[in-house]
């Protein structure tokens, strides 16, 4: 399964965004360190069902939108100098190494400092928060470098692709390839052999930059002001963890009906609200209104869709009724890489059916398509394989 990782400072929310999104009962506090180990967790991407195009039903969306699984991982907040073993050290960082993507999570609210301790709103830089972890993940990776790089040297005898393979095993924990090292060292004209510590952070910095694609939330947006967030990137997602816990707590009390990622919710006519609960609504409607939503569902969604560039495809087995063998209208939603075919399809769907793979038809139009065609987002596509 893919997993995203959310990570930034202690006290930014990542542990409200991960109980949002997956609904799992983890701590949240107003101090830093709240979170000490990891929570992992599984959150959802939402994308159109097909079923509705087809003018069918199906009993695996809501209301039209398709919910698929990936894993998410709340880490221990990181604060400025982590890799030299600051505040909780680099335990976080090593619950980064099997993230496909990180969700950064920023105070845009400007209320805690670079340790997460609660200060004055709009006293702290959120930018300074977007700069240092991306610095201290780079310098993470720099010290692994360091620690192996004249070991590695020796045993190459001055041969370039040995010292790759090489430096590509001792950062495969990291899942970094000798291909990833390559365009590194193209892109920086870095030659390892003589790399020092400017050169390996350089290199370092641009392996991350490849391999850990990220996506930066700006967090507690409803406390920030509209000249604060202003001075944000316009591609940093505006977002109220806050305020998606509190629709998905509400939807649970059965008070309201929203899904993740609509912009507005409803109200449940049935419903009695306390004059408590009617405010604390209409508030999180207000910040919704300025962002077209909560920002949470967006954030997963697109370090799914444009980070990794991920694309949804329904396998079926009956492209008559876009059914299992039981009936089931499109069962279910795989996610894959852009560029893959039928035949890794097959494999995703378990590997004796990628094994005895003979061939796939595109359930839409009913012809027969070759193992080698790129699949497309949204494809439904009956695999037929010797394998049962
Ligand atoms: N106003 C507002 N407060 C928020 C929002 N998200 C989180 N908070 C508050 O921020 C504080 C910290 O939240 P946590 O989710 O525990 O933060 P964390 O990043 O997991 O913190 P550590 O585990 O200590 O690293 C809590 O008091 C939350 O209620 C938000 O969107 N808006
Ligand atoms: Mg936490």
Redesign the pocket.
């Known amino acids: 399964m893919i997993t995203l990782a959310l990570a930034?400072?202690?006290?930014?929310?990542?542990?409200?965004?991960f109980?949002a999104a997956t609904l799992a009962d983890v701590?949240?506090?107003?101090?830093?360190?709240?979170?000490i180990d990891a929570n992992h967790g599984v959150a959802y991407v939402r994308v159109p069902c097909p079923c509705g195009s087809l003018h069918l039903k199906c009993n695996n969306c809501k209301d039209g939108s398709r919910f698929i699984g990936v894993g998410l991982v709340?880490v221990?907040?990181l604060v400025p100098d982590a890799h030299k073993g600051k505040g909780l050290g680099n335990q976080f960082l090593d619950h980064l190494r099997s993230a496909d993507a990180i969700i950064q999570?920023v105070d845009a609210?400007g209320s805690t400092d670079a340790e997460?301790n609660p200060v004055d709103t709009g006293s702290h830089d959120p930018m300074e928060d977007v700069r240092f972890l991306k610095y201290e993940m780079a310098m993470w990776v720099a010290g692994i470098i360091e620690k192996h790089l004249p070991r590695l040297i020796r045993s190459s005898q001055g041969k370039e692709t040995a010292l790759i393979d090489h430096l590509a095993e001792a950062l495969a924990g990291l899942s970094i390839s000798a291909e990833d090292i390559r365009s590194a060292l193209d892109s920086t004209n870095v030659d390892l052999f003589k790399a020092d510590t400017d050169a390996i952070c350089k290199l370092s910095d641009a392996l991350i930059e490849v391999n850990k694609p990220m996506v930066t939330v700006a967090?507690?947006?409803?406390?920030a002001t509209d000249e604060q967030l202003q001075k944000l990137p316009a591609e940093m997602i505006r977002?109220?963890?806050?305020?998606e816990l509190a629709l998905r707590n509400a939807v649970s009390a059965g008070i309201i009906r929203y899904l993740p990622g609509d912009s507005d919710f409803n109200e449940d006519s049935e419903a009695c609200l306390t004059p408590q609960q009617q405010r604390g609504l209409s508030m999180i409607r207000s910040v919704m209104k300025r962002f077209n939503g909560t920002g949470i569902q967006q954030s997963i969604n697109q370090a799914v869709f444009s980070l990794l560039d991920l694309i949804v495809v329904y396998p079926v087995e009956d492209e008559t009724h876009f059914s299992d063998g039981k009936g089931r209208i499109l069962p279910d939603a795989y996610l894959m890489k852009k560029g893959s075919n039928p035949r890794d399809l097959a494999y995703q769907v378990h590997t004796e059916i990628g094994k005895g793979f003979l061939y796939a038809v595109d359930a839409r139009t009913k012809m027969r398509v070759k193992d080698t065609l790129e699949l497309k987002n949204g494809d439904i596509i009956r695999i037929v394989s010797t394998a049962k």
Not at 8 to 17: A, E, L
Not at 219 to 223: A, E, G, L, Q, V
Not at 239 to 243: H, L, P, Q, S
């Open positions: 930034g400072k202690p006290n930014c929310g990542k542990s409200t965004f109980k701590e949240i506090a107003n101090y830093p360190f709240t979170t709340d221990a907040g999570i609210s997460g967090n507690k947006s409803d406390m977002a109220t963890a806050a305020g």
